[in-house]
């Protein structure tokens, strides 16, 4: 079995490596939400609210690694744990999966027309998670110089409550949104080589992804705190991990996706304005000397400039093979 330190080693370069893939979405997501669509002029219109969470959201993720890696050091050194880095540790991954989940609710309030009434039991149970995390942080608080088994009573209890709320949210708003998507790309979508578009849209976004790793963080929490074994610690640092950093890289896929449908929104106005400007026409003449011919023809392109060339020639060259014989 694995000692300790070994699994906060594993959770830590587990978490370390999703961290970089979430660094190419923030990237993407600072693209397109601070510059426009085609070069990189900033945009006049920017959503300083969206940009602002943003780069919260990547300031908490960078924080949070750095103190991962701090504890994983502690723990080869086998000195204790700074508790106020723990502290700090739980609040900025809960925090973010909040944050995620209030996106994701956007999202699906936006896929649905803007009707309150499609998210109305999601948005309850999010204020429920809230509350989950300050007591959360309470009870972290009080609890964290404690011996590990009375904090199943309290602080472990109350994390169930926030996952298993988590995991309510996210299975409703996955399940609204891929119903809403499938039937509007079903129709649009060939079965043959868009299949993996599809289904890359589909997860991107859902949200599928962050649902399925909320699960999963949240069983084995479950079944850490009801065993009380030490060896699950490392099944709980690894999959808790993970759901925080795969909540920060949907957070972007999905204001990605935002992005980008209002790109598409704006592309029937500039294929009109494109419409409206004039295009030139020029008047080529060509003269065959040989046959005393002179011919003017209207081209819009080299292809019919080419063809009556040819043919001209050959009119010439039958004409020259008749005066030879």
């Given at each position: 079995?694995?000692?300790?330190?070994?699994?906060?080693?594993?959770?830590?370069?587990?978490?370390a490596?999703?961290?970089g893939?979430?660094?190419?979405?923030?990237?993407?997501?600072?693209?397109?939400?601070?510059?426009?669509?085609?070069?990189?002029?900033?945009?006049?219109?920017?959503k300083?609210?969206?940009?602002?969470?943003?780069?919260?959201?990547?300031?908490?993720?960078?924080?949070?690694?750095?103190?991962?890696?701090?504890?994983?050091?502690?723990?080869?050194?086998?000195?204790?744990?700074?508790?106020?880095?723990?502290?700090?540790?739980?609040?900025?991954?809960?925090?973010?999966?909040v944050?995620?989940?209030?996106?994701?609710?956007?999202?699906?309030?936006i896929?649905?027309?803007?009707?309150?009434?499609?998210?109305?039991?999601?948005?309850?149970?999010?204020?429920?998670?809230?509350?989950?995390?300050?007591?959360?942080i309470?009870?972290?608080?009080?609890?964290?110089?404690?011996e590990?088994?009375?904090?199943?009573?309290?602080?472990?209890?109350?994390?169930?409550?926030?996952?298993?709320?988590?995991?309510?949210?996210?299975?409703?708003?996955?399940?609204?949104?891929?119903?809403?998507?499938?039937?509007?790309?079903?129709?649009?979508?060939?079965p043959?080589?868009?299949?993996?578009?599809?289904?890359?849209?589909l997860?991107?976004?859902?949200?599928?992804?962050?649902?399925?790793?909320?699960?999963?963080?949240?069983?084995t929490?479950?079944?850490?705190?009801?065993?009380?074994i030490?060896?699950?610690?490392?099944?709980?640092?690894?999959?808790?991990?993970?759901?925080?950093?795969?909540a920060?890289?949907?957070?972007?896929?999905?204001?990605?996706?935002?992005?980008?449908s209002?790109?598409?929104?704006?592309?029937?106005?500039?294929?009109?304005?494109?419409?409206?400007?004039?295009?030139l026409q020029?008047?080529?003449?060509?003269?065959?000397?040989s046959?005393?011919?002179s011919?003017?023809?209207?081209?819009?392109?080299?292809?019919?400039?080419d063809?009556?060339?040819?043919?001209?020639k050959?009119?010439?060259?039958?004409?020259?093979?008749?005066?030879?014989?």
């Open positions: 079995m694995l000692t300790f330190a070994e699994g906060q080693v594993i959770a830590t370069f587990v978490q490596f999703l961290y893939l979430y660094i190419d979405t923030f990237l993407h997501c600072v693209r397109w939400l601070a510059f426009t669509f085609e070069g990189w002029t900033r945009r006049k219109d920017i300083w609210g969206l940009l602002a969470v943003t780069v919260f959201v990547f300031g908490v993720e960078s924080t949070d690694v750095g103190l991962a890696l701090q504890a994983t050091l502690f723990s080869t050194l086998e000195k204790p744990p700074l508790t106020v880095a723990n502290i700090w540790s739980y609040i900025f991954e809960r925090l973010v999966i944050i995620a989940d209030c996106v994701l609710l956007h999202r699906c309030w896929t649905y027309g803007r009707k309150c009434t499609v998210v109305i039991i999601p948005a309850l149970l999010w204020v429920g998670t809230i509350v989950c995390l300050i007591l959360g309470v009870y972290e608080s009080i609890y964290s110089s404690v590990e088994i009375n904090r199943f009573t309290t602080a472990d209890q109350v994390d169930m409550a926030f996952f298993a709320l988590l995991i309510a949210v996210n299975i409703y708003l996955t399940s609204a949104i891929l119903f809403r998507i499938w039937h509007t790309l079903q129709d649009g979508v060939e043959s080589h868009n299949k993996l578009r599809l289904i890359l849209h997860f991107s976004e859902s949200g599928l992804l962050f649902t399925i790793t909320s699960i999963m963080a949240g069983v929490i479950f079944i850490q705190s009801m065993s009380i030490s060896g699950n610690m490392f099944v709980r640092l690894l999959f808790t991990g993970i759901n925080f950093v795969v920060a890289i949907t957070m972007n896929l999905l204001l990605i996706l935002s992005a980008q209002q790109l598409k929104a704006q592309l029937p106005d500039v294929q009109r304005a494109r419409r409206d400007v004039p295009t020029f008047r080529v003449t060509t003269t065959v000397t046959t005393g011919l011919r003017e023809q209207d081209t819009s392109g080299s292809s019919g400039l063809a009556e060339q040819g043919q001209l050959s009119e010439s060259g039958s004409e020259k093979k008749n005066e030879i014989l």
